[in-house]
Antibody, heavy 117, light 110 residues
Framework: EVQLVESGGGFVQPGGSLRLSCVAS????????MNWVRQAPGKGLEWVSY????????YYADSVKGRFTISRDNAQNSLFLQMNSLRVEDTAVYYC??????????WGQGALVTVSS | SYELTQPPSVSVSPGQTARITCSGD??????AYWYQQKSGQAPVLVIY???KRPSGIPERFSGSSSGTMATLTISGAQVEDEADYYC?????????????FGGGTKLTVL
């Protein structure tokens, strides 16, 4: 069974940093591209970032470019999102999602990030 | 930036057909994908590549696409289909790929 489990969410002040992790199991992690998708409270879904299976390609939404960094450790079946210079508008549930070719079948349960003073 | 436009809400009675539209300039060239999200849960893919239904998704869910509009149709909507529905597609007009979601449509079945 495919499982994606996020961790690392929490409360942080504006300008602070946080690192999210997503541990994968039940599939061969190193052959799949991965994504982060977020959802602000009461709002819609927003794609955040993509990383290819070998980390050779990474892409970011304009709203996080230059502040967030996606990475992965295939030996540890893990995906990461380093979030710096956090803003109030970054408050959201962050989901990791396995890439199936422009869409997502498998999602984690989400990690809540709250940015507030 | 590229946008996908959905109606904020759609309401039907149980057993009726619900249609949710998604409008985007690139849809004639790009596939549309549809997700169902119930309160407090992660999204679930219900349609991919415009018309395909993943295994485990009821046959009452179908998709279509024509020109700049994609449509999710729920034939004989059930109370359990009440949820938020999001369309998604891709955009490469800026040079890098960008995965885009519509604003979401709240489907009420009552």
């Amino acid at each position: 069974e495919v499982q994606l489990v996020e961790s690392g969410g929490g409360f942080v002040q504006p300008g602070g940093s946080l690192r999210l992790s997503c541990v994968a199991s039940g599939f061969t992690f190193n052959i799949y591209s991965m994504n982060w998708v977020r959802q602000a409270p009461g709002k819609g879904l927003e794609w955040v970032s993509y990383i290819s299976s070998t980390s050779s390609s990474t892409y970011y939404a304009d709203s996080v470019k230059g502040r967030f960094t996606i990475s992965r450790d295939n030996a540890q079946n893990s995906l990461f999102l380093q979030m710096n210079s956090l803003r109030v508008e970054d408050t959201a549930v962050y989901y990791c999602a396995r890439d199936e070719g422009d869409y997502y079948v498998h999602w984690g349960q989400g990690a809540l990030v709250t940015v507030s003073s | 930036s590229y946008e996908l436009t959905q109606p904020p809400s759609v309401s039907v009675s149980p057993g009726q057909t619900a249609r949710i539209t998604c409008s985007g300039d690139a849809l004639p060239k790009k596939y549309a994908y549809w997700y169902q999200q119930k309160s407090g849960q992660a999204p679930v893919l219900v349609i991919y590549e415009d018309i395909k239904r993943p295994s485990g998704i009821p046959e009452r869910f179908s998709g279509s696409s024509s020109g700049t509009m994609a449509t999710l149709t729920i034939s004989g909507a059930q109370v359990e289909d009440e949820a938020d529905y999001y369309c998604s597609s891709t955009d490469s007009s800026s040079g890098n790929p960008n995965w885009v979601f519509g604003g979401g449509t709240k489907l009420t079945v009552l």
